[in-house]
């Protein structure tokens, strides 16, 4: 699974392009696959929506869409149309990879923000899906390299379940936005991607770990993430290995897994906190949490976690909260009653904490 950046951007338009003259000389005045817009409306789509996302960037829009718009000039055929998508990809491209760490700009779904790596993601899944509709109209074979569609579904759709056995990336792509079929599953009537949290914490960022981040994260890597020390406490990494598990068991839940602490004053992760799961039937959810050494002993976990605990009782399911630590751990222990939680009876071998819903 791989980082979302300028250079997927890059092979996405330039795949588009490709597939999308090999129609060129083809109608395109009629209505794409699928869409009530014809082919070249969807061409004027997919350029305008790239350079909206720079523009989000740019512009360090936070409150909602900048009031801009881009449309094709009155006679724009679909040689036009191509190139229009392949101009607007590359200044998407370039925001991206100028955009500095921890800038979020509005988008709508689903906490109202995202990275810069979140909009590539979305640039790229517009690009693909949007370039097949208009394909499939032209009557013109696409299918995008599976390492991107791969990349999209970790990083857009955490809560699809992977690709069954015969399947591709791809064709649980097209299932997942209501293209496609897949055996054994109802297709979507309705659909959403998912872009990663980020909930604030005095000083630190509680930043959301995708699906690919926990993948590198538990094969020892960065997760994408400048490390305070040069790489994240073992606790971390295994509870990235957990969310890439239940990802790929097809049971993880999108906002219910792995965050990175992040300071916000130089972009550094100090730490791992999140939890073991959604809530389970009795509106139970369990936490978790560590700091690299050097971060310890700043109250940064303590206010973390009174952050992270306040976001999970905003959902009227969630009825409390647990953390478990060992006897001996002293430290873990005054976080969560630091952070509200208090003393309850041993899950021997450990010692409970708990927050529970007023």
Request: glycine content about 14%; overall charge negative.
């Amino acid at each position: 699974m791989i980082h979302m950046g300028g250079d997927q951007i890059d092979e996405a338009v330039a795949y588009a392009a490709g597939v999308l003259r090999t129609g060129a000389d083809r109608d395109w005045s009629v209505e794409a696959g699928g869409l009530d817009w014809s082919c070249l409306k969807t061409a004027e789509h997919i350029a305008g929506v790239l350079t909206a996302y720079a523009g989000q960037l740019t512009g360090r829009a936070t409150d909602g869409w900048l009031p801009i718009d881009s449309v094709f000039d009155e006679g724009t055929g679909p040689e036009g149309a191509i190139h229009a998508i392949e101009a607007s990809g590359g200044i998407l491209s370039a925001v991206v990879r100028t955009t500095p760490p921890g800038v979020r700009a509005y988008h709508s779904y689903p906490s109202g923000g995202a990275n810069a790596s979140g909009f590539a993601a979305m640039g790229v899944t517009e690009v693909l899906l949007h370039s097949y509709d208009i394909a499939s109209a032209l009557g013109v074979d696409a299918e995008p390299p599976a390492p991107l569609c791969e990349a999209v579904l970790a990083h857009l759709f955490p809560h699809v379940p992977p690709t069954p056995a015969g399947g591709t990336p791809w064709t649980t792509l097209l299932w997942a936005t209501g293209r496609g079929d897949l055996p054994g599953r109802a297709r979507p009537t309705r659909w959403r991607w998912h872009n990663s949290h980020a909930l604030p914490a005095g000083d630190l960022s509680l930043r959301e770990v995708t699906p690919a981040a926990a993948a590198d994260l538990a094969e020892g890597g960065t997760g994408g993430l400048t490390w305070l020390g040069g790489a994240p406490f073992g606790g971390t990494r295994a509870a990235a290995g957990m969310v890439f598990k239940a990802y790929v068991a097809g049971v993880h839940r999108p906002g219910w897994g792995l965050y990175a602490l992040v300071r916000t004053a130089d972009e550094l992760a100090v730490g791992g906190m999140g939890f073991h799961g959604a809530p389970d039937d009795n509106g139970g959810v369990e936490v978790g949490y560590d700091l690299v050494e050097a971060a310890r002993g700043r109250g940064y976990a303590v206010t973390a976690l009174r952050a992270l605990s306040a976001w999970a009782l905003t959902h009227p399911e969630v009825q409390s909260l647990l953390a478990l630590t060992t006897p001996e751990n002293t430290a873990s222990q005054k976080v969560a009653t630091g952070a509200g939680y208090t003393r309850l009876p041993d899950r021997t071998p450990h010692h409970a904490y708990g927050l529970h819903r007023k």
